[in-house]
């Protein structure tokens, strides 16, 4: 039986780039040095907001998947980084790695799963499905906006 096509859709807005850059966009041909950096007066770096966007989006991946899921990150605090840069170039490779796994992984659960998008999560408090999805791409899409002001703040945006 195939997946109705609004799954695809809304499978394929996880990460497209038809209203706005996606987040490899948004950080191609971003210096090294300007990861870490906080434009005057902007409270993130881009380290802050990649990072921010990794914790959010796994978090409501795990919150999709997992029957026993428990909430445990308390807000704001334990969604962003304790630092403006990050700790390593590892760190940095590690974060958009697991981004765009995780972002992978909202899209298959998107068009693979066998739930109802639409009904609610068993272990939530009223949230269904889609709209757990709808507020990961959401969300992603929102930071990665910031993630371009900023560089536009550092001057290091030469797209």
Do not use: C
Request: hydrophobic residues 35%; charged residues 25%.
């Amino acid at each position: 039986m195939s997946k109705p096509r609004w799954q695809s859709i809304v499978s394929t807005s996880i990460d497209w780039d038809q209203a706005h850059v996606p987040l490899d966009g948004a950080l191609k041909g971003l210096d090294k040095a300007d990861r870490g950096r906080r434009p005057e007066g902007y409270p993130h770096s881009v380290w802050e907001l990649v990072e921010h966007i990794r914790i959010a989006q796994n978090d409501l991946l795990d919150f999709l998947r997992n029957p026993k899921y428990v909430h445990v990150l308390k807000w704001p605090d334990d969604y962003w980084p304790p630092t403006a840069e990050p700790p390593s170039d590892a760190a940095w490779r590690s974060s958009l790695k697991k981004i765009r796994s995780d972002r992978d992984e909202l899209a298959s659960f998107t068009t693979r799963t066998r739930v109802d998008l639409t009904g609610k999560i068993p272990h939530g408090s009223g949230q269904t499905y889609l709209r757990t999805i709808l507020v990961a791409t959401d969300h992603a899409s929102y930071h990665i906006g910031q993630i371009v002001a900023v560089r536009r703040l550092l001057d290091s945006w030469k797209q």
